[in-house]
């Protein structure tokens, strides 16, 4: 690693907390020297929780000191300067996260890059001194450097991305699309180490054809090929949000055949399933979101503030009471951590919370009435709520929804803010779908964990690749999403940042 290419920055707070900061050094030194980092055990105790909106996925859901440490280890050295030392030689129990930019000429510009390492929540080691290079002493005649261990839960690595367009696959929008790779328990659940290729299963589903019936495409090679399923005996029936429980794909749906139906996964990829639609919900009931939340309970998100529940993977569905809103909940706009806590965000400004089985109505203050189109939590920070309005605004919550900011970006309050997605153990990485007046999306991919600001990567353009509207972003990894939308040049629109 050069020292003429490479900044060390910090991030005070963890992510979504403040945008990060160069340690600039005096003179003309510009970079650090960083040792490989060994080791890769976890410094912290994982509370482990599986994600049955993506399909059982082990995940991390909060993290607990051990008093074991066996951590990233790697050393920082770099010219001997009093403020980069006042940062990396705090008290240890003083944590903050690390990353080292290859940079592209340009320090100003936060986004030129080539790589990031970055470390979260990281601390001072054991190491913790200053050596002459030259002949290993300590004479302040000559040019010292500094030489500070440092020690981190895991490593993320970061290249920088590009968004395209992959080939033709159907003639239908496409409305959603989920990652339901399956992470096992002796894979690194946070998915730091999984292949930057992300070559896992993925399923997008679809408008009505010309036969009035909806499409699965699923791919299990990070969107090389797809498979196109029609959902026969759905008839009439646009599907717009999908999950997976177990062993089962849950889709609902809205149109004169709407409502939800599910099918076997192992069998959609052996091309002989069936779908069978939910108990209690009658063809035609329009369902606009699904989460699942545990290995046998979904809620659903309809019309005129419905909510239904299922205890029992999807097969039954039951209202949990009084509507707490007359408005219409959005497509595809309902996320969770645990069974505990639920949002859905809704048409004229409204969201929803479900806390420990309760449905409330929280106010987000000002977006007017504007709808709520995309609803965000960050793993393992599970008071922190962010919802995309129609307007193309961000805000965040980070107390449960009781209070809320706005959060700044290139071309803020352009269109519409149509996904948020966050990846990673900490939410350090949040992907967003921005569609413009033209109904033209790009994508962008947040470096801060949602602080947004300039530390934002603009992964290709409005009209390039895309030039029509985007849906929906599936994150299987910090640096691979597919994307899908609507019709642009006579097919749906699947696209592919990586």
């Known amino acids: 690693m050069g020292t003429e290419s490479v900044v060390l920055e910090v991030l005070e707070g963890g992510p979504g907390n403040g945008n990060w900061k160069p340690l600039h050094m005096f003179g003309d030194q510009s970079g650090v020297v960083v040792s490989g980092p060994s080791g890769g055990g976890r410094e912290f105790a994982d509370q482990i929780v599986r994600d049955y909106k993506l399909g059982g996925k082990l995940v991390i859901a909060k993290t607990v000191e051990t008093g074991v440490p066996a951590p990233v280890e790697f050393n920082i050295e770099l010219p001997f300067d009093s403020a980069v030392r006042e940062y990396l030689s705090r008290p240890v129990n003083n944590r903050k996260s690390l990353r080292l930019r290859w940079y592209c000429g340009d320090f100003a510009d936060t986004m030129n890059f080539q790589k990031i390492l970055m470390y979260p929540d990281a601390k001072s080691g054991a190491k913790n001194y200053n050596r002459n290079l030259k002949d290993d002493t300590t004479n302040t005649a000559d040019a010292l450097r500094r030489v500070v261990g440092q020690r981190a839960p895991y490593e993320v690595e970061l290249d920088a991305l590009t968004h395209v367009r992959l080939g033709n696959v159907g003639i239908l929008p496409l409305n959603k699309i989920i990652s339901v790779g399956y992470v096992t328990e002796g894979d690194d659940c946070c998915g730091s180490n999984l292949p930057n290729d992300g070559n896992q299963d993925f399923i997008a589903v679809t408008d ?115 509507a707490v809103t007359a408005s219409n909940f959005s497509v595809g706009a309902a996320v969770s951590i645990d069974e505990n806590l639920i949002w859905a965000g809704a048409s004229a400004g409204v969201l929803v919370k479900i806390q420990n089985g309760a449905p409330s109505v929280v106010t987000v203050t000002g977006i007017g009435g504007s709808a709520i189109n995309a609803v965000a939590v960050p793993r393992s920070r599970g008071c922190e709520v962010y919802v995309g309005t129609a307007d193309g605004n961000i805000r965040v919550s980070k107390d449960t929804g009781s209070t809320w900011a706005a959060l700044a970006f290139d071309n803020v309050g352009v269109g519409a803010i149509d996904d948020l997605q ?17 109904s033209q999306s790009r994508i962008i991919r947040d470096h801060s964990g949602g602080k947004m600001g300039s530390d934002i990567e603009i992964l290709g353009s409005f009209t390039n690749p895309a030039n029509s509207v985007i849906n929906s972003i599936a994150p299987s990894h910090y640096n691979h999403a597919l994307t899908v939308g609507e019709v642009n040049t006579a097919t749906g629109f699947i696209g592919k940042a990586s």
């Open 208 to 322: 009505a054809d010309g036969s009035n019936l909806p499409h699965l495409y699923w791919t299990a090679n990070g969107g090389t090929s797809f498979t196109d399923v029609t959902m026969t005996g759905l008839t009439n029936f646009s599907a717009v949000d999908v999950v997976k429980v177990g062993d089962y794909i849950v889709v609902c749906g809205i149109g004169a055949g709407g409502g939800i139906a599910y099918a076997k996964w192992s069998l959609i990829k052996a091309g002989t399933a069936t779908w069978t639609r939910s108990t209690n919900v009658s063809a035609g009931t329009i369902v606009n979101a699904l989460v699942a939340v545990n290995a046998t309970t979904i809620y659903s998100f309809g019309q005129a503030g419905a909510i239904l529940k299922s205890t029992d993977g999807g097969r039954t569905f039951a209202s949990i009471g009084t």
């Open 422 to 438: 966050f990846y990673g153990q900490r939410g350090e990485i949040l992907f967003v779908v921005q569609t413009n007046g033209s």
